[in-house]
């Protein structure tokens, strides 16, 4: 299997993989009614408290989440609330995704975008090409992939307000029976004042739920573009995908990165996904890292570190 960023994964493969995921959780379901798998509550414990030393001895708050395919959960402050950063990206993709549904339109719909309306002082892949526009009809898979592998600002934004903005993003996730995941604000507000980051809002184990239940349900067309997206994401290759694509596994993940705080800490440092590992093992995974005084490299490395752990763990039973 290719690893993630070197190609994109062919549908077969796609659909083969997806095969294995769904079979692992229909299996495992039906053996968690029947009997417990000899060793497996010991391997969790041992993971939970592999996890538990190791956030303990960083000098941050973190969080972690993990579910695996079979439904078992771990984790350390995974209901803790935590701010998202561009993981929210992901959320707002999901509320995309229903809106176009609900009208019965695909991905190549357009948006249309005026260049000057665009904000210059974010991070905006998309400013290289529509920055210089007058008005322009952007298709909604072209943002999308903005958003979810470039991470771009303004591409959220556009999909933002398309979709209906906060109202219509909680509905999504509510309707998916998550709770935990909170959305107020669009990246131009959180630019004109920080202390909304704080609003957008997510625990660990929310986003690991809702990124297990995307894995699940989202097989319909768009579902699996954005699937493709999530898996070919340009950004954070130095944080749960690392160890993850280096074992020959597959990632489908969304980072998120705050600024320096005036103390000099990293306000945040997310990524957030779902894994399937070279044996076909499924799980889902949150790493949430605040108020971190190490530098990006090391913070990157925490969100690394914890991948290992998880991906050895749960990815060897």
């Given at each position: 299997m290719a690893r993630l960023g070197r190609c994109l994964w062919n549908d077969f493969e796609h659909l083969l993989v997806r095969k294995i995921f769904l079979?692992?959780?229909v299996v495992g379901a039906a053996l968690s009614v029947v009997c417990c798998r000899p060793g497996r509550d010991d391997r969790f414990a041992s993971l939970r408290d592999e996890l538990r030393s190791y956030v303990e001895s960083c000098d941050a708050m973190i969080g972690v989440a993990v579910v695996t395919a079979e439904g078992d959960t771990v984790s350390i402050n995974g209901d803790r609330r935590f701010p998202m950063m561009s993981v929210y990206k992901?959320?707002?993709?999901?509320a995309v995704a229903d809106h176009?549904?609900?009208?019965g339109s695909d991905l190549g719909d357009t948006v249309t975008v005026a260049g000057s309306s665009l904000h210059r002082d974010t991070y905006s892949p998309m400013l290289k090409v529509?920055?210089?526009a007058d008005t322009v009809g952007i298709p909604v898979r072209e943002l999308l992939s903005y958003a979810l592998r470039e991470s771009d600002n303004n591409a959220s934004d556009i999909l933002f307000d398309m979709c209906g903005g906060p109202d219509s993003v909680a509905a999504c996730i509510s309707g998916r029976g998550i709770e935990?995941?909170?959305i107020r604000w669009s990246e131009a507000q959180m630019h004109a004042d920080t202390a909304r980051c704080h609003g957008n809002a997510s625990t660990p184990m929310a986003?690991?739920?809702?990124?297990?239940?995307?894995?699940?349900?989202?097989?319909?067309?768009?579902?699996q573009e954005i699937r493709t997206m999530l898996e070919t994401c340009l950004?954070?290759?130095?944080r749960l995908a690392a160890p993850v694509v280096s074992a020959g596994g597959v990632i489908g993940h969304k980072t998120g990165t705050g600024d320096i705080t005036a103390a000099?800490?990293?306000s945040a440092l997310n990524d957030a996904g779902y894994v399937v590992t070279a044996a076909g093992q499924g799980y889902a995974v949150a790493v949430f890292v605040q108020d971190s005084p190490y530098d990006m490299e090391r913070t990157s490395a925490i969100i690394s570190d914890i991948s290992a752990m998880v991906l050895n763990a749960v990815g060897g039973l």
């Open positions: 079979l692992a959780l992901f959320p707002i993709a999901l176009q549904t609900r009208l529509y920055g210089d935990g995941v909170v986003m690991a739920r809702l990124f297990r239940s995307f894995y699940e349900t989202g097989c319909d067309s768009v579902g950004t954070g290759a130095d000099g800490r990293i």
